[in-house]
Every structure is written in structure tokens, then in C-alpha cells.
Nanobody
């Protein structure tokens, strides 16, 4: 059994910063592509940023030059540094792992974290 646990959400004023973390736990050998999604009230979940095993990154246009995704494979953790936050960034942020391989050789696909709330006030 594997799981993703997010942390680092909270409330900030516009222009502020937050750093989200997402740690994968379990008997993990390797985590493949990881990503952050977000879902605002009344809206569909959308991709914010992704990072491959080889640290190639991709960002939604709305967060480019403000957010930075990174990973630490020694800790099976992915981060999202969010700077210059805007009220429209308010949402629940979810971590996703495309595939997780355990030491027993089992794959877990499309694993989601429980979400962490980010609220940005104007």
C-alpha cells in the first residue's frame, strides 16, 4: 500500500508565497512522473505543474514564472514553490503520482493525495 500526503497549504495575502510538499510513503522503489493539480470551487480539476523522473517540467500558462515544481527522489517527495500568489490561485491543491513501483514489484497507478487548501486574499 502506498499513499501521498500533502502539506504546506494555508492562507496568504496576494503577492505572498507558499511551499507545498507531497511525500509518497510505503515500501517504494521508484516514483515516476509527479504533478500538482488544483480545483477551485465550481471548477474542474486542472493541471498546475508536472515533473518527470528525469526532472523535465511543464507548467500551466497561468502559473509560469511564478510557480516552481521540483522533486527529491531520496525522499520520494515533490514540491511546489508558489510565489506571487493571486486570489485566482485559491483552490484545493492535489498531488498526483503517475506510477509508483514498490520493492515487491507492484505498480500503483494514478495515486492521489488528499489535497491541501490554498487561500489567497486580495
Amino acid at each position: 500500500q502506498v499513499q501521498l500526503v500533502e502539506s504546506g497549504g494555508g492562507s496568504v495575502q496576494a503577492g505572498g508565497s507558499l511551499r507545498l510538499s507531497c511525500a509518497a510513503s510505503g515500501s517504494i522503489w521508484r516514483v515516476d512522473d509527479m504533478a500538482w493539480y488544483r480545483q477551485a470551487p465550481g471548477k474542474q480539476r486542472e493541471l498546475v505543474a508536472s515533473v518527470t523522473r528525469y526532472e523535465s517540467t511543464n507548467y500551466a500558462d497561468s502559473v509560469k514564472d511564478r510557480f516552481t515544481i521540483s522533486r527529491d527522489d531520496t525522499k520520494n517527495t515533490v514540491f511546489l514553490q508558489m510565489n506571487g500568489l493571486k486570489p485566482e490561485d485559491t483552490a484545493v491543491y492535489y498531488c498526483n503520482a503517475d506510477a509508483i513501483l514498490t520493492f515487491s514489484g507492484q505498480y500503483y497507478y494514478h495515486t492521489w493525495g488528499q489535497g491541501t487548501q490554498v487561500t489567497v486574499s486580495s
